[in-house]
């Protein structure tokens, strides 16, 4: 169990605001936070794996990381982090970037084998493409077998195939070692694909905290998706188009407006959930 | 002329080089990684401190260190008395003023190479357990190389090409203070043309190999990384 109660002042996009924040997670959870920028989702990230300062309290498995004035610093808190912009140590291959924080061999082998970059091992953390580089931050957060796995807006920068691909790692990652994890996300399909629980911060407050389909569900009885155009097609004077929602293509009908790479919304039927999940 | 050519200023000049650099490596990481990472008001102070010796008249300098270091001083006083060691006048004095003097070559590349790396990944190194030490030495050391480069070699090719605080502070004593700027000054002082002209021209081919290999390097990492 993780109690959170935590407040700090911010000066975000909304001017001065307090970030207050009471939370408890259960063991293995798996939290997204979504909210608009500025609201204090990064702030709280870092808050938690101790790189900023803040009052209040963080209780993970009965060791307190933050009490009133005294807090852990972040090289004793067993924090996975994954930054958005990857965060490598340049000078190293994909190997030592994860041997450098754990000299576990077998370790470093198995989350290579699972993310498919066991034939980059020796290659410098430099040439790889987005998508790999995610995949060794990703790993390299997962060899100090953290408590608590914090994610913020990992898969952004990334296309969207490549991002249907790392949730499919991120979610079986998340199945075998059962870590509790945190993602920032802006994203409500790869928040449906991955979380069993949503938090919304509004201006430094949580406003919304539910299963993940009661916080996604739109106005009507659907979850909404907005998802861009990949290919167009014809089929008896109706247009198709194909698009990418929670990792999976599907085949939708639109006006015949519509080209590609255009955003539409799609509105899926509470029932469906992809099969990454 | 050749017979009586002496190579010893050259090769005092390189050792006040070497050891200089040396000392101000130690002295100057913690300093220039200090400055990279506060945002504290005494920031600028320190800043500004730093970089005096690069608008100060050598003289001035060389003023300030040789009544800094005599032995009627505190600091002389208390070196001559305690250890038995002369400041002025002496190679171990030249070492300290050539460390005050050439403190901003290597404090400057080093603080500018520590500011330019991604915060992120500092933070990585400290969320995967490592010390501030150890973040410095194994993260943040191998990814500026070419300022550190630039750093150490800057500073060794300006202390080699020191001259007015060197005077000063050590004046010219052979085998002891006498490296080869000072050398050159009294060679054309007792119109020793020749002997200046060979000393001057290995000075200048030595400088620009020395700032050569920095720009070579420094070319190479860049098309190494793809930059070019």
């Known amino acids: 169990m993780i109690k959170i109660d935590i407040r700090k002042a911010l000066y975000g996009s909304f001017g001065e605001m307090q970030l207050s924040v009471d939370l408890h997670i259960k063991k293995g959870e798996f939290l997204a936070l979504m909210g608009e920028s500025g609201s204090g989702k990064t702030t709280f990230l870092r808050i938690l794996a101790g790189l900023e300062s803040a009052t209040g309290e963080i209780e993970v498995e009965n060791i307190h990381w933050l009490q009133n004035e005294k807090s852990l610093p972040p090289q004793e808190r067993k924090i996975g982090f994954v930054f958005q912009d990857y965060a490598l140590f340049e000078n190293m291959t994909v190997e030592q970037n994860l041997l450098y924080v754990n000299h576990d061999t077998t370790l470093a082998m198995q989350l290579l084998k699972m993310t498919e970059l066991t034939a980059l091992a020796k290659q410098n953390v430099q040439v790889l493409s987005g998508g790999q580089k995610q995949r060794v931050s990703l790993c390299r957060a997962m060899m100090r077998k953290p408590e608590l796995l914090l994610m913020d807006e990992p898969l952004s920068a990334l296309d969207p195939v490549m991002r249907a691909k790392l949730q499919q790692e991120i979610k079986q990652l998340h199945d075998t070692f059962g870590t509790t994890t945190i993602i920032v996300s802006h994203d409500p399909s790869e928040v449906y694909a991955l979380a069993d629980r949503v938090l919304v911060l509004e201006q430094g407050r949580i406003v919304k905290d539910n299963l993940v389909e009661e916080v996604l569900r739109g106005k009507t009885e659907g979850l909404h998706y907005e998802t861009e155009v990949l290919q167009l097609s014809e089929i008896s004077d109706t247009t198709i188009a194909t698009v990418l929602v929670s990792g999976e293509l599907l085949e939708v009908e639109v006006d015949e407006a519509v080209k590609i790479g255009d955003r539409i919304e799609v509105v899926l039927n509470p029932a469906y959930r992809g099969s990454g999940s | ?228």
């Open chain 2, 1 to 228: 002329m050749l017979e009586s050519f002496d190579l010893t200023p050259f090769v005092l000049s390189f050792k006040l080089a070497g050891m200089t650099t040396l000392i101000l490596f130690v002295l100057s990481l913690p300093l220039a990684w200090y400055l990279s990472q506060t945002n504290s008001k005494a920031k600028p102070f320190l800043e500004a401190l730093t970089a005096l010796p690069i608008v100060l008249p050598p003289s001035v300098l060389g003023f300030y260190i040789l009544v800094a270091l005599s032995p009627n001083s505190t600091v002389g006083g208390f070196f001559e008395d305690l250890f038995d060691v002369k400041l002025v006048f002496s190679f171990t004095g030249l070492v300290v003023a050539s460390c005050f003097y050439s403190l901003p070559f290597m404090v400057q590349p080093l603080q500018g190479g520590f500011e330019s790396l991604n915060k992120h990944m500092l933070e990585a190194s400290y969320l995967a357990g490592k010390s501030k030490f150890q973040t410095v030495l194994n993260v943040a050391l191998p990814n500026i190389k070419p300022a550190l480069m630039t750093a150490l070699i800057i500073t060794f090719a300006h202390t080699v090409g020191e001259f007015g605080v060197v005077l000063m502070v050590g004046g010219s004593i052979p085998g002891e203070t006498k490296v080869a700027s000072v050398a050159i000054y009294e060679m054309v002082e007792v119109m020793e043309y020749g002997k200046a002209h060979i000393y001057s021209a290995l000075m200048v081919g030595i400088s620009f190999i020395v700032l050569l290999s920095v720009y070579f390097f420094n070319y190479k990492q860049r098309k190494k990384f793809g930059v070019l």
